[in-house]
């Protein structure tokens, strides 16, 4: 499959939501309570054998006092928070009922899709490239191969200067600065490929909002699986990194394995330098990339690292060149 890997993985997991709100105060041992003393509800005492009236008094003064114990037991343990203070010993409380937060609660309150607003600088090779520089495209020998294309000329490529270019896409459009200094054969392929209208009518297939903030296109099978039926060299250097504003080739786990596929970064990207950059994105492009990337990809299509297509479909319409 070509594709760049996840972040921090050569070839990306959902933050845990936290401890649901709301959980129910401690269990607390009730205090002792004045009712609960040895003698206050046990049975009256037997009444001295004295008058009737006095017997009378007794009864109606034992009556009245089981009244009063009976009131005080059933508001105690039928508002037993009524009793209760909090640990600091500050004000009554009762205990709480409120229900954790569910799942879909949560979902809702997550915050959106992080994009750093500072591009990355496009990097740059401390010992230039020979210019001309010699580049070839052999055949391919695994992928699938949905729409063949014919390879650049082999041999000498310039390795120097910029070329502009301007994808028009379904979402808008996104504009690109290619360079050769960078990677010459590799702007060359794009350039080719563009030329013949190989990208036209091809979907954006894959978008990562965490970790691997990046939109990789240029499949014609929309799998991650295609190509044009040849590769293309690595152009990279060990000072190579990855973050908003650049574009990059996709590949496979192999070198020189690169095709078709690109992927243009609009956020965080941390990827070891084994991918070709080979140009820059434009301000009013990235906007339309920030677009695509708030819509959300729908993971359940992706391959389970979190990726996805983009639920605001990003379609090649064509690609002008100049």
């Known amino acids: 499959m070509s594709q760049p890997p996840q972040s921090g993985e050569p070839e990306g997991q959902v933050p845990d939501p936290g401890s649901p709100q709301g959980q129910p105060y401690p269990q607390q041992p009730y205090p002792q309570q004045p009712y609960q003393q040895q003698g206050w509800y046990g049975a009256p005492q037997q009444p001295p054998p004295s008058s009737n ?40 409380v009762a205990s709480s009922s409120q229900a954790p937060t569910s799942s879909a609660q949560e979902t809702a309150t997550q915050s959106p899709v992080q994009i750093p607003a500072d591009r990355l600088p496009l990097p740059k090779r401390t010992t230039p490239l020979a210019d001309p520089a010699d580049c070839a495209y052999p055949a391919s020998s695994s992928g ?5 294309a014919t390879p650049p000329a082999a041999g ?5 200067g910029t070329t502009a270019a301007t994808v028009k896409t379904t979402a808008g459009d996104i504009g690109l600065t290619l360079d050769r200094g960078l990677a010459p054969c590799t702007v060359a392929n ?16 894959r978008l990562g909002t965490s970790g691997l903030q990046m939109l990789q296109c240029g499949d014609p099978a929309g799998n991650g699986m295609g190509g044009p039926g040849y590769t293309i060299p690595d152009e990279v250097f060990p000072e190579l990194k990855y973050g908003r ?7 496979t786990q192999a070198p ?28 009013e492009g990235l906007q339309v990339l920030d677009k695509v990337a708030r ?15 983009p639920k605001i479909p990003v379609k090649f319409q064509s690609i002008a060149v100049g």
């Open 190 to 205: 794009f350039l080719s490929l563009a030329q013949q209208g190989y990208y036209d009518g091809t979907s954006c297939h």
């Open 245 to 251: 504003g650049l574009l990059a080739m996709a590949k």
């Open 53 to 92: 009236k006095t017997a009378l008094w007794v009864g109606l003064g034992v009556l009245g006092l089981v009244v009063v114990v009976a009131v005080v037991a059933i508001t105690g343990f039928v508002a037993p928070g009524f009793f209760l203070s909090d640990s600091k010993g500050e004000s009554p």
């Open 156 to 160: 000498p490529t310039p390795a120097s």
């Open 295 to 309: 819509g959300g990809a729908d993971d359940s299509k992706g391959s389970g690292d979190g990726t996805g297509p």
């Open 256 to 283: 020189d394995s690169g095709g078709s596929q690109f992927f243009m970064v609009f956020g965080e990207a941390e990827l070891p330098p084994e991918y070709t950059v080979f140009g820059s994105i434009s301000d």
């Open 144 to 148: 699938e191969v949905p729409k063949k």
